[in-house]
Structure formats: structure tokens, C-alpha cells
């Protein structure tokens, strides 16, 4: 099956976010698409689905023009999207996920449970994919969830497959199976969209890429005729020579330390030192147990024993708020879930940690509070009309500026970030460097998590590798290198 | 690019504004609208008997609605206000009976309607039970505490302190005294709700309650006096009744939660908690008690008025999320 699309324009309101965009996939290839949020590429996609109508363009599949009206439609006719926030019922079970609401029933109307099972055990064999059907799909791991997804568009028959940031929520060892079952898909001749914002896998798997910026394809590549200079460039429209800029402060005094931190069977003795004005990067695969020993720190989560010492005092931090009141900030992994009220406006979250600095007498001082907003999301550079739009309406990178507003506003002293660039655009990774630069400038101590290499080494001045929950190397900014990291990380000494 | 944002505020401002308005006053025109048909009807519902009438029938709903605003943009639910109600009152008039001044018992009424609301909160917090449930079991657990307590006997007898008499049925210039109430507690939640760091962590503890613990709000805290704040609203509530009646009655408040419920829904509350405005509600509760009024004047049946009501609240629900 061939797709093409032809000069697809689609607006909203006033808008325009697809201005004639050109897009081709052939059987069998994997296609990367690539481009900053806001390029374009959900929309196409989405159009592609039935999902949106385009204003105008054409799309054509083996050379026949077609018109789908919804994402049934396109999957009927073997085209399926995998999103990144996966469609998943987490109180049923795989063969009930499997087949939602195209289930198999036999002439009484009854569910057919045999044959149901059959299939799926014939899809999952191909896969090479163990999966218990009975088991509720919510106790599986995110990557376990998505080889459903794929199961699921094996079981329509697709043979155009969009996965949209698959490797996003995966494991290292999660995404070589998902790799290699990208690989079977493509010898039986499925094509693969593959949108991501991770270039080194970009050129491991695609066959070609496209590039949408601004809603215009600015090329169609071969992966092995490019590199990823020139992709970047084309994604972002100019030279990112330095892209992680380059950090000169001075470096200060121990601003915050940890002692022999313990919690029963998630990390063990973890003791390290973070310096004012110092950019400490936590290496590590997932599931180490770094996000863990930042959730103990600051106190959402329960310490086994050890002990935290600020500014040369040891301190007791019972929950979020004790941490905050001494002066900790915490960047979460999910801001989604736990960064944001996405419903609220982008004034009511950045105040929400230092709401009670805002009392006037009893009441809050609003004017005060607005311009405090405003100041922040400016000095961060927050691309939004107003600071009463709600954070919904922002781009992902935005809105991770907007909780790192918050945290800043609140005069952190020690900053975490975990994962702080995930599934931001990469302008706006470039904009939250320079910012935590500018933070450590000011003496502001930072913590942070970060499960891409590059941008480890790129940004820390010293990085900690974590090896299942206990500190298995500390390198400088000099010795450290992608291989001697993933030694660590790995358990090797 | 347009990065600055204070820039292009005034552009912005008037799009915005425009739609917030409809949101905010939606539920005001409802009420107009069914004023005025109401009005046609029934011409005595304009008189100022009537009016008064209303204001003041609906001023123990709307007290305990308040109270009901708070839980449910925290995302919860009060379904035991009646019993509070009926259990605070009760406890009141047993020691106005037994000759404690009628002030003090007045006093340890919101007291005892706070701490209520407080164990409902400790169940929700601490003993983390679904509101729902929690609400639920203590629903009937003070209701059966009531009828223990009064043997299921109204408690008369209540005497003619002056004070206690002006609660229900007094006038303060002319206007009922369970208004002047209703409207100062208006006034003073409005504030909490609205203007105060308070209400702006109950309405974050709605809208993501994870990022609002990481936010350093303490969520238990918050949830315990919002819970008994809806306790205390139900125990004014209660005395407001009580006073009216002239005695406690054990079955006093039965069903009440369904009225505050659906005040808070018809005032553009959302049921999944972050959004909510004190004003709706108060508007919401004018709206049923128009209604019952109304429906009164009109002579239409209770059974039939039941009928009317849960009709209304579905027309008004698929409105709102027209929007």
C-alpha cells in the first residue's frame, strides 16, 4: 500500500497550521516525521486518520483518491494511529483490549471467546509477544500496554501504522522490542510513521525522513544520505552550533547534601553533595531508582533512614510542603499528572507553591500576584496571549516552563528536574538550558534527571550514575563520556 | 513572535472576557427567565409577602449549598448535611431544654456541626473512603444518633429567649433574619472562596490534587476544614430551622443533600471538582426555590413538583456543557 498526500492545507479559526504539505509513505519503509511541537505533524497525521478534514489537498492511496470520515473509517481501510497517551481500558483485560468494540460474536449474539483467543494468540505468536489475555491490562508496564496497541492494528489488518512517540515511556529494553518487532511489521510489508523527537533512534530505524516546520514539509530525506545537523537545522530553521550553550559560572560552596539515604528495597545508601550554582546530572537506565530517591528527598514519598542537610544544618522534610518551605524545588517527570491544574490559568499555577506570600491582610493581593505571573512567564519566555490562559491550551515545552516558573518564582534554592526536556520541542529544550545556566548564575543548586545521554553530558558539570538504587560512579564534566556512563549504568565497573 | 505577553493583553481581554461572561452569567438568566415566567402565571408571586417567603425557604438551602460548593470542588461529596443537621439541632435543643443559655447552645451547635464535618474529613483523608461512601455511612450514622438521641420525639419547649426566636423568624430592618444570615455568610465565603489563599488550594486540590501536594498544599488540612466548614454551614442551617419551627425535629434535614447538590450543579459547579463559583450556587438555590414556589402558587402537585425539578436540573446540566 502506497500513501500519498497532496498539499494538504487545514486551518483553525484564523491559524493556519498545515499551509500544502506533501507527504509520501511506501510499503514496507519506515518513515520518521519530524519537526518542533507545533509544526504540524499531530494535525497531519490526524488528517491523514479522519480525525480533521483538511481545507484543502488531496489524499491518495495506490493511486486511487480517498476521503476517510473518522479514524473507524481509516482503520477499516487499514490505516491506524497509535497515540502517545494510549487508548487502554485498564480494569480489562488484554483479550477485552484486543478486541474493543469490534468484538467477535457468535450467530446468538454471544461473545465468541474462542475465536477471540485464537487470533490473538495468532498476533501475539507472530509478535513474539507473551502476554496473559486475563490479565487486566493497568497492571502491565507501559510497554506491554503499547505491543497491545500494535496487536490491536495487526487484528484490523493495517498496513500503514502511525506511532506517535512510542519509545516515549519505554525502557531501554522495552523499546529493542518494540524495535524489533517495528523490523517484523516492515518484512511483511507494513509502513511505519514514526514521529519522535529522539534523533539517535531516528537513525537507527527510518528509511527516510520528512521535516514539517511551520506547517510546510521542508524535505523528504533518505536517513543514510543526512546526519542530524542537518536535520536539526531544517527543524528549527537555522544553525544550532552551540545547542547546549555553554555554562562558565563558579561554582560555590555544599549547598545541599545527602547521607546514606536508605529505602527498603528501592535504593540503598545513596550519599552525594550538590554545590551552589552547580549542574548535577543523574544518569542511570529507568527503574534504577533515581526518580525515587528525588520523590524521598522531597518528601513525597517515605525514607528508610539517612540523612538531608541544607546549608550545613541537617533538615527533616516530612512532605512537599517542608521541602519547599526550606527551599527545594521539584520538576516531576509527568507534568501532566503532576506538574500542572491544566485547567487553570497559567497565573493560578505559577503562584499556586507561593500563594501565601501573596496575602494582603487576609485577602490575596491579586494585582501583585498577576504581576509576579507576568514577570515569570515572561523571564521564561512562556509563548502564550495572556497569563490567564490555561496551561491546556500551551505547547508542551511551554508548559514545562510554566512549572518551571512556579518553582523559580518561589526562590528554590535547590531545584530537581526530573526529565526536563521530555517531549519538548527542541527550541524550547534549548530555552530550558539557558535557563537553568542562568538559575545556577544566581547560585541556585540543580538536580538533574535525565535519561538522554547527550543532554547529560551536555549540560551537567558532574554526573552521578545510578545502578538499581545505588550510586555506581560519580564522573566530572571532563571524564565523562556516553561509554564510561553506560558502563556504570549497566553494572559494569 | 508574540512572547510577550503583557503586550498583547488588551486584544485578548475582550475575547476572553465575552465568553466568561456567559459562563458566569448563564445561570442569572435562567433565574430571570423563570421569574418572569413564573410572574405571568401566578401574579402574587411578585408581592413582597411572597418574595420575603422565599428568600427565606431558601436560605437554609442555600447555606448548606454553600457548604457543599467547597467539598465539591475538592472533587467530593456531603451527602450527610441533612443528618448534621438534624443531629446538631437536636443536641442544641436538649441543652436550651436542660436550661444552658440559648446562646451557648447555639455556639456549641456550629461547634458540634464542625467537628461532625471534621470526621467526615478524617474518613476521607486519613481513612481514605471514597466521599461518597464515607458521607453515605455518616449520613445514617448521626440520623440513628438523632433518633437514639431524641427517641424519636421532636424536642419542644425550646423557650421564648428573645435571640434565639430572632434567628428564624426575627426581622432586621424590615428583611427576615435567616436572610440577613444567609447573605453576610455569602459575603464572608465569597471572600474564602474567591480572594483568599484558601479557596485558591481548594480549587487547585480539585483540579489536580498530585500537583497540588507537590505544590506544597497540604491536602488533608484543606480537605478537613472544608469538610467541616459544610458541617458548621448545616448546623447554622439547622438552627435557623429549629428556630423557625420552634422545636428540633429528629427527622429534620431528611433528603436536604439532593437540594444542596442541586443548587451547586445548577450554578455551573463542576461535579469533577476544580471549577465552581459561590455565586452560581446562590443563584442556583434562588432557582429551586423559585421553583417549589412557583410550583405552589401554581397548584401543581408535590409529586408532580418532584418531577419538574430533576427535569430542570437535567436541561440545566445539558446547557451548561453546551458551552
Do not use: C
Request: zero cysteines; glycine letters at 10%.
Amino acid at each position: 500500500m502506497e500513501v500519498t498526500m497532496k498539499g494538504i492545507k487545514k486551518s483553525f479559526g484564523e491559524n493556519q497550521v498545515l499551509r500544502g504539505v506533501d507527504f509520501n509513505i511506501i510499503a514496507g519503509e519506515i518513515h520518521a516525521l519530524m519537526g518542533e511541537n507545533g509544526a504540524g505533524k499531530s494535525t497531519l497525521m490526524n488528517i491523514l486518520t479522519g480525525l480533521l478534514q483538511a481545507d484543502e489537498g488531496s489524499i491518495w492511496v495506490d493511486n486511487q483518491e480517498v476521503k476517510y470520515d473518522n479514524p473507524n473509517d481509516a482503520e477499516g481501510n487499514g490505516i491506524s494511529f497509535i497515540h502517545q497517551e494510549m487508548n487502554v481500558w485498564p480494569d480489562m483485560t488484554v483479550l477485552e483490549n484486543l478486541f474493543m468494540g469490534k468484538e467477535i460474536t457468535n450467530k446468538f449474539g454471544f461473545l465468541d471467546n474462542k475465536k477471540m483467543t485464537q487470533q490473538a494468540n495468532e498476533v501475539f505468536a507472530e509478535l513474539n509477544v507473551q502476554l496473559d489475555l486475563n490479565e487486566e491490562v493497568g497492571r502491565l508496564s507501559v510497554g506491554q500496554q503499547q505491543m497491545i496497541e500494535i496487536a490491536k492494528s495487526l487484528l484490523s489488518k493495517s498496513e500503514v501504522i502511525i506511532m506517535d512517540e512510542p519509545s516515549a515511556a519505554l525502557t531501554e529494553r522495552e523499546i529493542r522490542t518494540l524495535f524489533s518487532i517495528i523490523d517484523k511489521l516492515t518484512t511483511r510489508g507494513v509502513a511505519i510513521i514514526y514521529i519522535s523527537h529522539r534523533m539517535e533512534e531516528v537513525f537507527e530505524m527510518s528509511n527516510r525522513i520528512t521535516v514539517l516546520r511551520d506547517g510546510v514539509s521542508v524535505g523528504t530525506l533518505q536517513t543514510k544520505e543526512t546526519n542530524n545537523d542537518e536535520i536539526v537545522r531544517m527543524m528549527v530553521g537555522r544553525d544550532l552550533e552551540d545547542y547546549y550553550p555553554s555554562k562558565t559560572n563558579e561554582i560555590g560552596e555544599i549547598a545541599f547534601e545527602v547521607q546514606n539515604l536508605s529505602k527498603d528495597k528501592v535504593f540503598k545508601d545513596i550519599s552525594f553533595q550538590v554545590r551552589s550554582g552547580e549542574i548535577v546530572g543523574f544518569s542511570g537506565l529507568m527503574g534504577a531508582g533515581r526518580t525515587e530517591i528525588m520523590r524521598s528527598i522531597f518528601g513525597m514519598d517515605n525514607l528508610d533512614s539517612g540523612k538531608l542537610i541544607l546549608e550545613g544544618e541537617e533538615i527533616a522534610i516530612h512532605n512537599p510542603s517542608s521541602a519547599i518551605a526550606h527551599g527545594i524545588g521539584f520538576l516531576t517527570e509527568n507534568r501532566k499528572d503532576e506538574g500542572l491544574i491544566l485547567d487553570e490559568s497559567i497565573r493560578e499555577n505559577i503562584s499556586l507553591p507561593s500563594i501565601d506570600g501573596f496575602n494582603k491582610g487576609m485577602v490575596i493581593d491579586e494585582k501583585a500576584e498577576r504581576e509576579f505571573a507576568e514577570l515569570l512567564a515572561n523571564r521564561l519566555a512562556v509563548r502564550a496571549m495572556h497569563v490567564e490562559d490555561e496551561v491546556s491550551s500551551l505547547s508542551g515545552g511551554n508548559q514545562q516552563k510554566v512549572v518551571l516558573a512556579k518553582w523559580v518564582g518561589m526562590g528554590s534554592k535547590v531545584l530537581i528536574l526530573d526529565e526536563p526536556t521530555r517531549g519538548v520541542d527542541v527550541g524550547a529544550k534549548r530555552e530550558i538550558y539557558q535557563l537553568m545556566n542562568e538559575l545556577a548564575e544566581r547560585g541556585v543548586a540543580i538536580i538533574m534527571i535525565s535519561s538522554d545521554l547527550p543532554e547529560i553530558l551536555g549540560v551537567s558539570d558532574r554526573i552521578i550514575v545510578i545502578h538499581e538504587g545505588k550510586v555506581a560512579g560519580e564522573l566530572t564534566k571532563q571524564e565523562a563520556t556516553e561509554e564510561k556512563i553506560m558502563m556504570y549504568a549497566t553494572g559494569g565497573k | 513572535m508574540s512572547n510577550n505577553i503583557e503586550h498583547t493583553k488588551e486584544q485578548k481581554n475582550k475575547g476572553f472576557d465575552y465568553k466568561e461572561m456567559i459562563t458566569k452569567l448563564g445561570p442569572l438568566l435562567a433565574l430571570i427567565v423563570l421569574i418572569i415566567f413564573v410572574s405571568i402565571l401566578s401574579p402574587s408571586f411578585l408581592s413582597l409577602t411572597n418574595l420575603m417567603n422565599l428568600m427565606r425557604q431558601v436560605s437554609i438551602n442555600a447555606l448548606i449549598a454553600f457548604g457543599m460548593t467547597f467539598v465539591i470542588i475538592t472533587g467530593g461529596i456531603d451527602l450527610s448535611v441533612g443528618s448534621v443537621l438534624a443531629l446538631s439541632s437536636a443536641l442544641m435543643g436538649g441543652m436550651i431544654v436542660s436550661g444552658i443559655d440559648p446562646i451557648i447552645a447555639m455556639i456549641i451547635a456550629l461547634i458540634i456541626g464542625f467537628v461532625l464535618g471534621v470526621v467526615n474529613g478524617l474518613l476521607i483523608t486519613k481513612g481514605r473512603l471514597a466521599p461518597f461512601i464515607a458521607t453515605l455511612a455518616t449520613m445514617t450514622i448521626f440520623r440513628g444518633a438523632t433518633l437514639v438521641y431524641t427517641d424519636g420525639q421532636p424536642i419542644t419547649g425550646l423557650g421564648e429567649t428573645f435571640i434565639f426566636q430572632f434567628m428564624g423568624r426575627g426581622y432586621f430592618f424590615g428583611i427576615p433574619f435567616p436572610i440577613v444570615i444567609t447573605l453576610v455568610a455569602f459575603a464572608i465565603l465569597f471572600m474564602l472562596l474567591h480572594k483568599m489563599s484558601f479557596g485558591r488550594k481548594v480549587l487547585s486540590i480539585g483540579g489536580n490534587e498530585k500537583a497540588s501536594f507537590i505544590s506544597g498544599v497540604k491536602i488533608n488540612k484543606i480537605k478537613l476544614f472544608v469538610y467541616g466548614i459544610s458541617g458548621t454551614l448545616s448546623a447554622l442551617a439547622g438552627i435557623i430551622l429549629t428556630s423557625r419551627l420552634n422545636s428540633a425535629q429528629p427527622t429534620a434535614g431528611t433528603s436536604y443533600e439532593m437540594d444542596a447538590i442541586a443548587s451547586v450543579v445548577l450554578g455551573g459547579t463542576s461535579m469533577s471538582g476544580g471549577k465552581g463559583r459561590i455565586f452560581g450556587t446562590l443563584i442556583g438555590a434562588l432557582i429551586i426555590g423559585t421553583l417549589n414556589n412557583g410550583l405552589n402558587l401554581l397548584g401543581v402537585s408535590t409529586f408532580y413538583q418532584q418531577i419538574v425539578k430533576g427535569i430542570v436540573i437535567i436541561i440545566a446540566v445539558l446547557l451548561d456543557r453546551r458551552k
